[in-house]
Structures are given as C-alpha cells and as structure tokens.
C-alpha cells in the first residue's frame, strides 16, 4: 500500500514538472491579427512566411516578435489571453533578414543579418525605455569582417563565426564576444572551402544554456527537427524528431534541461532525455571552426617546448661529433681534392677556389680562416698544392695555382 502510494506521488510530481516546462500554446492568428492591427504598412510584416523565424520565446508568458528584415519589435504576454503591445515605431528596415535574435540578462540583441544587397557585422540592441535599437560597440574585432555565419549563446558569451574580407577567399574567423564586457576573443582563424557546410540552417525554434532545436522544412506538409549541442558543437539527428506535420503553435517541439519535447495538437506531450534518445546522425561543427585539441594540447605544452630543445641540441650535438670525425674530415678532403685534380696546372680565382672548398656562403672574415685552414690541410696530403701568388693584372688580389 504505501509502495503504491509512494509511486502515485512521484508521478503526480513529474507530471507537476512536466506542465512546468510545457511552453505556452501560442495562437498564431490571434498574435497576427492583433500585430496588423497595430501597424499601417501590413506587408512589410510578411508574418504568413514562417512566423516562428521572427518569434523568441523567452519563458512561459513572455515572448517577442521581431518580423524577419524589420525593426518592429512587439511584446507578446501570454497568460490567460493574449496580449500584444507594439514597442517602437521605426523607419527603417530591409536589412536584417536572418539575424540571431537572443535575450540575456534582461536585454534584447540582435546579431548579424542581411538585406538591401549588404551585410550587417554588428550588433544592435533594444532600449526599451527610448523604444529603438542602438547599434552595440564590440571591442577587439576583426577590421575586416563581412558578414556573420553563425551565433549561438553559452551562459554570458555570444559564440559567433565571421566571414572576413581578405585576400584568402574563404577566410573566417571564429570566438566568442563576452556578453559582459562586449569584447571579441578569437579562438581561431581558418578557411573552409564550402560555406554552407559552416551553416546551421533551418530555425532555431527552442533554445537553453546547452542546446538548441531546429526546424527545417521539408515539402510543404512536413519538417524535420535537429539538436545543436551547444558545448560540444555537434549537430544530432534523433530519431524522436522523425517528420512530422510542421509545428504551429498548438504542437511544438522544444528543450528544457536535458529532455527534448514534442506536443500534438490535442496537448499530447511526449519527451526523452538527449543521452538516451537514439542519434542516428552526428555533425561535428567544431572541428570545423577550431584547431583540434590534440593540436592545441601539443602546441600549448611544455613538454612539446622541452621536446623541441632537446632534439635541436641533439642535432647540433650530432653534426658537431660527425665533423669532427676524422672518417668525416678525410670524406671530406677526398672529394675537395678529386675536384682539385680538374684545374691542375691552370690558375683560378679566388671566389672559384672558395667554391671547392665549400666555404663561398661565409662572410669574408670567416671564410679566409677557413680558407687558410683547408689548403693547409691538402697541401700536407701532397697528392695537390694550392699555391697563392699575386694577380699581375691586380695587384691588390691573390690568385690560386693548382699543382
């Protein structure tokens, strides 16, 4: 009796936990009708392609509508009904199409876009006091950046990879933006030949600290769904997000902790933790965006600077023993005088006589030591003689007689 009872109270608290973490129903033609109602020129909303794209949902009741390519931001309250509120009135527009839109610490941002024939780099943020978006400094970046690939947020960092303008093509740039102080921190520097496989795609529908889920869509009926691990930088592919009707508001797919969830349109939820649900598909992105960390475990040891040192001194060690060998120094002399014996009897320069004894590459203090050394040493074998006597045409230079 009390195992039965001790079983029917766990299970009343999942379900507690569940209808907590359950996002709210949100009725896309309500929201629509209320945003058209709120502004003049409806068609630059486009909010019949994909309104999901222009939505963020921050938590249960809150969300925000940034139509894609506008600045129009409306807040969107969900309790009881639904309540929207248009917060500014901008003039401008065109130029954001496929920005990140992401809320930390209370404040609204929007990163990258695209629009007009151009590209925008930056950041903008929403001031709700003034109602407009104010363009964010970010410190220590790239001169030449042209547009952003892809952002995501980790705890109070934006990770984020920039296409850059240089004489390289294909030229990137990846690092996070500390979302505290607004600075860039590059991790790395790469090209890559295919952009789009530097892409996430789709749209990000759910997102938290560690993941994010994505709908692409697939013919006109259906999508398929994809996880972003946000930490490990793979892309999964669950069998738990097979296709499916698109979602609308009514069912939802979306991640809270570790668990994916999807909802039916009756309120049906099902979910699975992402470590037990089956992945049959994996994309690594981080090796495409950073050195390995086997490179960066061997670059950054000490070992590997020790290990350097070492086989240099080594080397010298080795090359210093082997020519003062005298196995290495009669080699030596043999094959110097098997080219002596070509100019017997003929007079020769000395820059020629510099090149037979393989000294013409030194400085000239150094080479006429080593000069006087080496025809020293021949001359004492008596099979060739190297005779100096001075150029009659120059009197201010020496030539070389072989005998």
């Not at 040891?301 to 086989?311: G, K, Q, T, V, Y």
């Amino acid at each position: 009796m009390k195992r039965a009872l001790l079983l029917t109270y766990f299970s009343f608290l999942l379900l507690q936990g569940f209808s907590f973490i359950n996002p709210p129903i949100i009725d896309t033609s309500i929201i629509i009708s209320k945003v058209k109602k709120l502004v003049n020129d409806q068609s630059i909303l486009r909010l019949n392609e994909e309104i999901f794209r222009s939505l963020l949902i921050v938590n249960d009741s809150l969300v925000f509508l940034n139509p894609q390519g506008t600045l129009f931001l409306f807040e969107i309250k969900i309790n009881d009904s639904t309540k929207v509120t248009k917060l500014n009135n901008p003039r401008y527009h065109g130029f954001n199409f496929g920005r990140h839109l992401f809320y930390h610490d209370s404040a609204l941002y929007s990163a990258g876009g695209s629009g007009l024939f151009n590209s925008f780099p930056g950041i903008i943020e929403f001031d709700f006091e003034v109602g407009e978006w104010y363009k964010k400094p970010i410190g220590s970046i790239p001169f030449n950046i042209a547009r952003v690939i892809n952002s995501w947020v980790i705890d109070d960092e934006l990770h984020i990879i920039y296409e850059l303008e240089s004489k390289e093509n294909n030229e990137y740039s990846y690092g996070y933006i500390d979302l505290l102080e607004f600075q860039y921190h590059e991790s790395n520097k790469f090209t890559y030949d295919f952009e789009t496989g530097l892409q996430f795609g789709g749209i990000v529908i759910s997102s938290n600290n560690s993941y994010s889920i994505h709908e692409y869509t697939g013919n006109s009926d259906n999508c398929f769904y994809s996880i972003y691990d946000k930490r490990k930088g793979t892309m999964l592919h669950s069998t738990f997000f097979n296709e499916k009707a698109c979602i609308d508001g009514n069912s939802f797919v979306y991640v809270k902790g570790n668990f994916i969830f999807k909802r039916n349109n009756i309120g049906k939820v099902d979910s699975i933790s992402i470590e037990k649900s089956n992945i049959f598909k994996s994309i690594d992105f981080m090796k495409r965006y950073q050195k390995s960390d086997l490179d960066y475990s061997i670059l950054s040891s000490p070992f590997f600077f020790a290990a350097c040192i070492i086989f240099l001194l080594i080397t010298w060690f080795v090359v210093k023993l082997i020519r003062s060998n005298p196995k290495h120094k009669t080699n030596h002399l043999d094959n110097t005088q098997h080219e002596l014996k070509k100019f017997k009897g003929k007079l020769i320069s000395r820059n020629e006589l510099d090149e037979i004894l393989r000294i013409s590459h030194l400085n000239p203090d150094s080479s006429k030591v080593l000069r006087s050394q080496r025809i020293k040493s021949i001359n004492s074998r008596g099979e060739t003689t190297i005779s100096r006597i001075r150029d009659l045409e120059d009197k201010r230079m020496f030539i070389y007689k072989i005998i």
